[in-house]
């Protein structure tokens, strides 16, 4: 049975960078089949997808436009997880984040628990 | 980005009535289609698949439809463990975009 568990903080100042990690059992972060997501999630956003990464012969990042300016997705073979920065934040910025299991297809049938992350000073 | 816009926003039913929701595209997206059910406090939870494939263990009372840019998700008789908000995916472009959700009540 795969699951899924974020950790990192809930508050961070704004201007900095947010960071949480989803440690992977039952699966492995270089599954040719699976991709490893991070979506989020506001009330004035919705649920908004931010991006993945997979492992297809080498590593891949697929990032949303509206953050790729800001955002790196990495998987750690060692620890099996992966992790999410988000740079230079704002109290826009503020939402539940969760990371996700999926296929290439881009249906996600495992989530984490999700991650409430404040931006405020 | 590919929107997608589901109606209606709120849907109030009775236990046992058969429930449809219904999800746009702003453009083709084919069978990229998924349907989530969320719960307070809970991460969103994959019902459907590919437009109409159900995922394993999701009961048989709920359904997918569609093609194009008009899809549905039915619940052929509504049940009290069903009360939930649902949201539709598309994942034929990126961004992988998702519908503003749909909140259903028991009546």
């Known amino acids: 049975q795969v699951h899924l568990q974020q950790s990192g903080p809930g508050l961070v100042k704004p201007s900095q960078t947010l960071s949480l990690t989803c440690d992977i059992s039952g699966d492995s972060v270089s599954s040719i089949s699976d991709t490893w997501n991070w979506i989020r999630q506001s009330p004035s956003r919705g649920l908004e997808w931010l991006g993945r990464?997979?492992?297809?012969?080498?590593?891949?990042?697929d990032y949303a436009v509206s953050v790729k300016s800001r955002i790196t997705i990495n998987p750690d073979t060692s620890k099996n997880h992966f992790s999410l920065q988000l740079n230079s934040v704002t109290p826009e910025d503020t939402a539940v984040y969760y990371c996700a299991r999926g296929g290439y297809s881009g249906w996600l049938d495992y989530w984490g628990q999700g991650t409430l992350v404040t931006v405020s000073s | 980005d590919i929107q997608m816009t589901q109606s209606p926003s709120t849907l109030s039913a009775a236990v046992g009535d058969r429930v449809t929701i219904t999800c746009r595209a702003s453009q083709s997206i084919s069978m990229w289609l998924a349907w989530y059910q969320q719960k307070p406090g809970r991460a969103p939870k994959l019902l459907i698949y590919r437009v109409s494939s159900l995922e394993s263990g999701v009961p048989s009372r709920f359904s997918g439809n569609g093609s194009g840019t008009e899809f549905t998700l039915t619940i052929s008789s509504l049940q009290p463990d069903d009360i939930a908000t649902y949201y539709c995916?598309?994942?034929?472009?990126?961004?992988?975009?998702f519908g503003q959700g749909t909140k259903l009540e028991i009546k």
């Open positions: 995916q598309q994942s034929k472009g990126y961004p992988f975009t």
């Open positions: 990464t997979y492992y297809r012969s080498k590593w891949y990042n």
